[in-house]
């Protein structure tokens, strides 16, 4: 902090009581108290504030990492789709556009993003063979060359030593206190089934979720958004057009968690893209094409 700052210093207090997080030490406390008493204390502090606050509060909302309510802030996204639909491709374009600050069908980064994407399933040859195809000026070029970093095709479980893993990877290639998003793909390539079984249990999702995915977070930037890929189970076409966001296993944890999700459809070739977004307004349905390696809105749909 820089000295004798009383605005920036302000400034922090006010994020971290957000956040709900002890900044100074509370009445009662007396000299020589157990500090990780005090701190134990403070894990389940939970905030309460009468509506006058939050109505005279005029301070502008967090900037989206991408718009418009797409991925928000300590927010978690769930791409999802049929096996082979086309999740890893569309994201990898997706990400890409995102690292170069460009909008990507329709939504538009807050700047140029800085990304982590734990990749599971294309080879190193495949990925630089789709980022060589991808449409983009020099200077985006050099944008996306200095903001995302891939891995290629790895197996690896995210237990507590792959968490670990990652986490080292991430410090070695990025600035991990500086990383916007950090994406997944696929959820079920790196779920620890060894600890928590199975996927389609609800319970185990969330505890895999909280105990994996969120402590990755929070080892790196605990407001970067998280992209998760996860396939659809086999259900009916129409069960899937009435519920689409029902059809992924474990999908109740994954609902009372995640923010936004984007559903990718294919029939008769043709690809359509479904939104839920907790913290925004609806967004409609969106037919999308691949033509000549480029990804581009055809039309949207009710």
Known sequence: MPDKDEKYAEKIAAELANLGILHSIPEGYEEGIDV????????????AF????????????????????ILTPGGMLLLGGAPKVGKTDLLLSWLAYMSAGLPFLGMVPAKPLKIFYLQTDIEYH?????????????????????????????KLLLDSEGVEKIGNIMAKTLNVKEVDIIAIDTLRSIFDFNKYKEE??????????????????????????????HNT????????SEEPFQSFSGASAL?????SGVMMMKDNEQHKLIFELRNGESIPAMQISKVNSQWRSTCATS
């Open 126 to 154: 495949y990925i630089k063979e789709r980022l060589q195809q991808l449409e983009f000026d020099e200077k985006s070029l050099e944008l996306v060359s200095e903001n995302l970093i891939i891995t290629p095709k790895t």
């Open 255 to 259: 609902r009372s968690l995640y923010t």
């Open 233 to 240: 189970k086999k259900v009916s076409k129409r069960s899937l």
């Open 50 to 69: 009468p509506a006058r606050q939050y109505l005279k509060d005029k301070s502008p909302l967090p900037k989206d990492i991408i718009s418009p309510r």
């Open 200 to 229: 389609n249990s609800n319970s185990s999702m969330f505890c895999f979720l909280k105990d994996r995915v969120e402590k990755l977070r929070a080892m790196t930037n605990p407001r970067c958004g998280i992209i998760l890929t």
């Open 36 to 47: 990780k008493q005090l701190f134990a204390s403070n894990q389940k502090n939970i905030q």
